[in-house]
């Protein structure tokens, strides 16, 4: 399979220095997209983490809320200041993991908001390691708990640098309200509830949620001709959408004899790709699917790789999947 990087998608662009994918893949049937989180990362910046100065937060109080910030007063420390101001009780936040977060950036000596993601009604979703996040976040957010509101004060170095970005100087010190709502990293699996898996003709897959790749047991009758897309487990989040990208573990298997093909689970590492560049058995099986659900996908040779072989994958195959859908990028 060739190897080729992927840009993963951010809503405002402004978190991401660059963003990069390393890595190997059975989805796409036309490109051999990679889809999966970056590997390998070059290492970032370190940095002096130091409680304060931070300007006030005088509005928006409540986890979830859009704040309002007040303007920074007198030099903002050249190391970064972070401070929780609502300690969340959740699972710990490590360096490399996938956040979802809710988030406002403003510069410190004017107040001046650039971006925020209340406004968007959209959390973003991105991986907290060098070269997709600036180091500001990756450092200031490691090991804070979900449902924790965090405030930051990013110096350039640890930011844009000295060439900014936009409207942000080289000389600007940025300050982030951040509500981390959740966390994803290898060992993540969904929550949802369980549907029965009654008809002994298509696959069954297991409902642990563990992290561990569920168990998927082909039958050994004829497979079907047409998709199959059956919640195993349904979630209550948004509907996906045939342009969303997604962040998800996965897991795949020949019909025939049931032999593994592909796994995020054996990688430790999770997929994000944009629906769109996949092979048609996932755009149309995962469309319409809720977010946080488990998914079983029985592809026919004609939604899949037809009758050209690919990897491990046989030519005319039928493929099993088994996707946890964690999150919309």
């Not at 004060?153 to 060439?163: D, I, M, N, R, S």
């Not at 948004?238 to 990688?267: C, H, I, M």
């Amino acid at each position: 399979m060739r190897r080729r990087s992927l840009l993963l998608a951010v809503p405002a662009g402004l978190l991401t220095l660059s963003a990069c994918g390393d890595g190997q893949s059975h989805q796409d049937k036309d490109k051999d997209q990679v889809a999966e989180s970056p590997s390998a990362p070059e290492p970032g910046a370190s940095a002096k983490i130091v409680d304060g100065p931070l300007p006030a937060i005088t509005g928006g109080q409540k986890f979830g809320e859009k704040p309002t910030v007040a303007k920074g007063t007198g030099k903002p420390s050249s190391d970064l200041a972070v401070k929780t101001v609502i300690a969340g009780s959740g699972t710990p936040v490590a360096e490399g993991d996938y956040v979802r977060a809710h988030y406002l950036g403003q510069i410190w000596d004017t107040a001046k908001v650039f971006d925020n993601s209340y406004d968007r009604k959209q959390p973003l979703v991105i991986q907290l390691q060098p070269g997709s996040v600036i180091d500001g976040w990756r450092l200031g957010l490691a090991g804070k708990k979900t449902r924790s509101r965090v405030e930051m004060a990013v110096p350039p170095a640890l930011g844009y640098g000295a060439e900014g970005r936009g409207d942000i100087k080289g000389t600007d010190t940025m300050v982030f309200v951040i509500d981390i709502e959740e966390t994803f990293n290898g060992s993540s699996s969904v929550k949802g509830k369980e549907v029965p898996q009654d008809d002994a003709a298509l696959p069954k897959v297991g409902t642990n949620t563990d992290g561990k790749a569920p168990a998927v047991t082909v039958p050994k009758g004829a497979a079907p001709k047409k998709l199959v897309a059956e919640y195993v487990l349904e979630g209550d989040g948004e509907e996906v959408a045939p342009t969303d990208q997604l962040l998800l573990q996965y897991k795949g298997v020949l019909w025939n004899g049931g032999k593994e093909f592909d796994s995020s689970y054996s990688r430790k590492q999770l997929a994000a790709f944009p629906l769109q560049q996949l092979i048609k058995g996932w755009q149309e099986g995962l469309a319409g699917k809720k977010v946080g659900s488990r998914v079983m996908l029985v592809v026919p040779p004609d939604l899949g790789y037809g009758d050209q072989a690919s990897g491990e994958i046989p030519a005319n195959s039928t493929l099993v999947f088994t996707l946890d859908i964690l999150a919309k990028m």
